[in-house]
């Protein structure tokens, strides 16, 4: 009913930058939050910024100040500008939204198909 579609990712050297998006389309009514998420190889899935309807932002503190999450309220779709990467940030990045559909009144969690983001010299 929600498909999210991410682009952006890639294989950068330490200290470069890359910007995330993911667009989401299909049965919208509202989106009531909207994050980005890491896996790294043997680690369990992590928080790395959210963005609420009212457009307050959460960040994981390792990453505050080198990543900023932000949003196209028209476009249905945010991003993850990431600057000064390390190669502890390569991990595949995975978009996720808080959606009440029309057809539906519940709020679901719709997930992003992944971007590998690859730090390494």
């Known amino acids: 009913q929600v498909q999210l579609v991410e682009s952006g990712g890639g294989l950068v050297q330490p200290g470069e930058s890359l910007r995330l998006s993911c667009a989401a389309s299909?049965?919208?009514?509202?989106?009531?939050?909207m994050g980005w998420y890491r896996q790294a190889p043997g680690k369990q899935r992590e928080l790395v910024a959210v963005i609420t309807a009212d457009g307050g932002t959460n960040y994981a503190d390792s990453l505050k100040g080198r990543f900023t999450i932000t949003r196209d309220n028209t476009k249905n779709t945010m991003y993850l500008q990431m600057d000064n990467l390390k190669p502890e940030d390569t991990a595949v990045y995975y978009c996720?939204?808080?959606?009440?559909?029309?057809?539906?009144?519940?709020?679901?969690?719709?997930w992003g198909q992944g971007t590998q983001v690859t730090v390494s010299s």
């Open positions: 996720n939204y808080r959606v009440l559909s029309y057809s539906d009144d519940v709020n679901k969690n719709y």
């Open positions: 299909g049965d919208i009514f509202s989106i009531q939050a």
